[in-house]
């Protein structure tokens, strides 16, 4: 079916192209995938998953597709990125596919419908399966704190977990919120606002070995639930492009793993992490737990590969497990560290 639609979905612009997709998933268009191999339920931070692969933030920005992206085979959604009042982003175009590398630039900058509008739709429509909820600060903020603190408090009650986005490439500034010091200050004032529910924190690639220890160092006094590493990336690894935005797919797979390497060695393995760039296959997915995660989450391996993807990285995965004898997702994670 995908391999129908491709070529037509590729015609179009990928902003539009994703909106179509976005459309058709919420009409009850989405293909169901299978059951899951119980080989592949885990716990990630108190977080039972059915399995260890999950739909990064951005796919569905505004929760119009949990139940559809879920019924697909995902172990646990994230929505976002929202921030507290609506914004449009940059100008359009601003989604760029680079076919021949797997790739998509992308400088959207935290377009979307407001925090409250995405809690009324996770509110009315909570699938049965497990939601976090990315949350940002808006691009014209006087106080992103008190942002970041804000979505926490109107997402941590319906929310599986909270992802605090601090590596958004496209929102100047943001990325300066991994300062360990303003790192610290945002932990405790969302962890103070979000109660009881699991926060993430999700961080850039592109970090020199001494931002890796501060930001862990960080991570662990605060006591979150775990990182996710990593968001797109700034550097242009292979890729020829003049477009600017943060790049992901394949060409970020070797970079967000290294880096996910040096965040477990970092931690020592005290602290949760979720490998995300550049996975599109059981492989990668397996390569990810070894160098250190939990879980896995991927976004551009579904633009080039389409959604039967999910249940072929899933099964792959599953069989790399049996075939090196480990008998949990769990067992596996760090062992190639
Ligand atoms: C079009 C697009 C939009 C994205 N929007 C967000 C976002 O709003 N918040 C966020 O934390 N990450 C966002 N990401 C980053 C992804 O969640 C993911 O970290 C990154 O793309 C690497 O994974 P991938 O190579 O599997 O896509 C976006 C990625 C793409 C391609």
Redesign the pocket.
Known sequence: MFARLRPLLFALDPERAHGLTIAALAAGLGPRGGPDDPLLATTVAGLALPNPLGL???FD?DARVMRATLAMGFGFVEI??VTPRPQAGNPRPR?FRLVADAA?I?R?G?NNGGVAAAMARLRAHRPAGMVGV?I?ANRDSVDRVADYVGCARAAAPLADYL?V?V??PNTPGLRGLQDPGELAALIAAVRAAAGATPVFV?VAPDLDPGAIDGIARVALDGAIAGLIV???TLARPGVTSAEAG?L??AP?FAP?TAVLGAFARATGGALPLIG????ASGEQAYAKLRAGASAV?????LVYHGPALVGRIKGDLAALLRRDGFASVAAAVGTGA
């Open positions: 990064a933030a951005g920005k976002g990125t989604v998509v992308n959207l935290f990315n940002g992802t986005n590596s958004s999700k990593s968001n797109t943060g992901s797919g970020l967000s995300v760039g550049g996975v989450q991927l976004y551009t391996g």
